[in-house]
């Protein structure tokens, strides 16, 4: 074995074979990653110092009590320390993959503010359920008794799952509607794959149908199905359809070929990773390979950008943004992870326009400086003069961000309230929206957010209508 690559983790004192040793068996690997991945977990649950201030759980949007599945996690008591995880969180291995910890719970660890290096709280919540799910401890919900009442879900994200498995857990009747052919919302086909694997969405959809949950997949709410005939058919209903709208750069040669938006070309890779026919991508329009690859944007949605172009193997890949590294939206983390896979970023710039006849060659850049602050406090990005330059790109990606669909209009409902902005208006707390028996969220309410969010508010909404069920029918059936 003297050939074996093998990786050396110091403080565990322990060898870890790379995967590119072929010679080293998958089942070996699982198992020796396993050990690996316990042992890590015990550490890191240990490093917890119970302060008794625990800012970790009240930066975490659900609350989960960290302080305590730590502990239980560093005694070993594994399966304890999943239920109390679970308790608060529907999808703690989610969550565990691809919360932003550096802005929530492990950004208030008081171990990191210290100075010593923040608990990896994520990892241990990803690490317990992922030993929940592999040891059989992950039940779906067998209520105690069903119920009459049924309740319509619209979207299959993380809200409209969220809210699913709750109001199953207590016996209701439960449709979900989506547009798309396969449930998870932009768990499924927005977040890729080397962040959230596929497989592990798909688990828990197959158990919500498993709990009795219908799906009722490829229905556009609004084309296949009216809103008013979904309401129609139960007794309340939850719209929890995301927010799709892409901005879109307005400047001279956008609609060139080879421009593209980045939720189309998330997708087209997401589907290519379940086996799906994508011509796009097969025909190399949403595919980076062999590209020069420019991205326009400094969100989280741009950073998947970049990192997905480089897995499919971009001869470069640029980001542009139009304001500094310490004002960009995206987590440091997701930055710093992209810069070491070989993404360049290009601070301080703007795209102009863009070169080509009928294909995109190129990007003209406007260079920008950072001005006064704006009304939110943050300074604004200012073009310098006469710093134009071209950037020259085969694959351009927008990622400035999304809007909310015109929900109203698109629906026919003109009673559905809005915000200014265009998501929905609900209530801060039960989720009620101006319609009697009609709830909302997600980002449909909060605008483009977290799944973590996402969940809490499904969970809350789910509260709210069994409230709602549970007063005289009269009132229920207004
Ligand atoms: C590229 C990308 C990466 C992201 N990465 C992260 C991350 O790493 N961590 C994180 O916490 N958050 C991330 N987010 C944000 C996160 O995905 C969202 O905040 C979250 O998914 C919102 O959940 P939701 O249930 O409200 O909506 P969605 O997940 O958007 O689900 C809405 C569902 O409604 C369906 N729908 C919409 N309209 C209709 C209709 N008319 N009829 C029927 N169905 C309809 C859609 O098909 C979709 O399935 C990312 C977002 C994007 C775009
Ligand atoms: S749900 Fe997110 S914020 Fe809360 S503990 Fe888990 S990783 Fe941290």
């Not at 208006?425 to 319609?435: E, G, I, N, V």
Request: charged share 25%; glycine share 10%.
């Amino acid at each position: 074995m003297a050939t074996q690559k093998m990786l050396k983790f110091v403080s565990l004192g322990k060898e870890m074979p790379t995967k590119r040793d072929a010679t080293l068996r998958a089942t070996d690997f699982q198992e020796i990653y396993r050990e690996f991945a316990a042992e890590k977990a015990a550490e890191q649950a240990s490093r917890c110092s119970q302060c008794g201030v625990p800012y970790c759980q009240s930066h975490c949007p659900l609350h989960n009590n960290i302080p305590d599945w730590l502990r239980l996690t560093a005694e070993g008591r594994l399966q304890e320390a999943y239920e109390l995880s679970q308790a608060t969180n529907t999808f703690p291995e989610i969550c565990g993959r691809i919360c932003p910890q550096d802005r929530l719970c492990e950004g208030n660890c008081v171990i990191e503010q210290s100075g010593h290096g923040t608990v990896t709280i994520g990892s241990v919540e990803r690490y317990l359920t992922d030993t929940a799910w592999a040891n059989g401890w992950v039940k779906p919900a067998k209520p105690l008794a069903e119920r009459a009442e049924s309740v319509g879900i619209i979207g299959a994200g993380p809200a409209g799952l969220a809210a699913a498995d709750a109001l199953r857990r207590k016996g209701v009747q439960v449709t979900v509607y989506d547009r798309y052919d396969r449930a998870g919302g932009l768990l499924t086909y927005g977040i890729p794959g080397f962040k959230l694997e596929k497989p592990v969405v798909m688990q828990r959809i197959a158990q919500l149908e498993e709990a009795g949950v219908t799906f009722v997949m490829n229905c556009k709410v609004g084309e296949d199905l009216s809103f008013d005939a979904i309401r129609g058919q139960h007794d309340a209903v939850l719209i929890a359809t995301g927010v799709y709208k892409s901005r879109d750069i307005q400047a001279p040669g956008v609609g060139l070929k080879g421009i593209v938006k980045a939720l189309d070309y998330l997708t087209a890779s997401n589907r290519k990773s379940f086996g799906d026919d994508v011509a796009e991508f097969d025909t190399g329009e949403l595919n980076a390979e062999g590209k020069r690859v420019v991205v326009i944007g400094g969100g989280d949605t741009a950073m998947d950008c970049v990192r997905t172009a480089i897995r499919q193997g971009a001869l470069s890949v640029k980001c542009l943004y139009r304001r500094d590294r310490a004002n960009m939206p995206g987590s440091q983390r997701e930055t710093q992870n992209a810069e070491e896979e070989g993404v360049e970023f290009v601070w301080l710039t703007n795209p102009k326009g863009f070169t080509g006849h009928d294909s995109v060659e190129g990007v003209i850049v406007q260079r920008m400086r950072l001005g006064d602050p704006d009304a939110s406090g943050r300074q604004s990005p200012e073009p310098i003069e006469d710093g134009d330059y071209t950037e020259p790109a085969d694959l351009v990606i927008q990622a400035l961000g999304f809007e909310p669909e015109d929900l109203p209009k698109l629906w026919g409902v003109k009673d559905l309230a809005v915000t200014r902005w265009g998501t929905i208006k609900a209530d801060f707390r039960s989720h009620a929206t101006a319609l009697p028996g009609v709830y909302a969220a997600g980002d449909i309410v909060r605008g483009a957010s977290l799944v973590v969010w996402a969940i809490r508010d499904g969970r809350e909404a789910a509260d709210a209508i069994l409230a709602y069920l549970a007063q005289p029918a009269t009132v229920a059936a207004e």
